[in-house]
Nanobody, 119 residues
Framework: QVQLAESGGDLVQTGGSLRLSCAAS????????MAWYRQAPGKQRELVAR???????DYADSVQGRFTISRDNGKNMVYLQMNSLKPEDTAVYYC?????????????WGQGTQVTVSS
């Protein structure tokens, strides 16, 4: 059974930094593109960053240049370094395999980790 455990969220001020971690079990992440998603109150879950199995990364326009996704296949971990945080980054953050169409995804999600950025 796939389990994803996100951690590292916190309350920070605008301009602050956080590093999120995702521990995966029941899945060998090295064969998958992995991603971070977020869901703000009243909004749909959205893709934040994606990292290919070989390390290539893509980012949502809203976080480009501020966030960095990385992975450690040996530890089955995925990370998200978030710098220059803005209030609009406030959301619950989740990691999972990369899914092109979230509406069609029927896999499991972890509990996520709350990031709150105060203005």
């Amino acid at each position: 059974q796939v389990q994803l455990a996100e951690s590292g969220g916190d309350l920070v001020q605008t301009g602050g930094s956080l590093r999120l971690s995702c521990a995966a079990s029941g899945i060998i992440i090295r064969i998958f593109d992995m991603a971070w998603y977020r869901q703000a109150p009243g909004k749909q879950r959205e893709l934040v960053a994606r990292i290919g199995s070989r390390g290539s990364a893509d980012y949502a326009d809203s976080v480009q240049g501020r966030f960095t996704i990385s992975r450690d296949n040996g530890k089955n971990m995925v990370y998200l370094q978030m710098n220059s945080l803005k209030p609009e980054d406030t959301a619950v953050y989740y990691c999972n395999i990369f899914v092109r169409d979230l509406d069609l995804f029927r896999g499991s999600w972890g509990q996520g980790t709350q990031v709150t950025v105060s203005s």
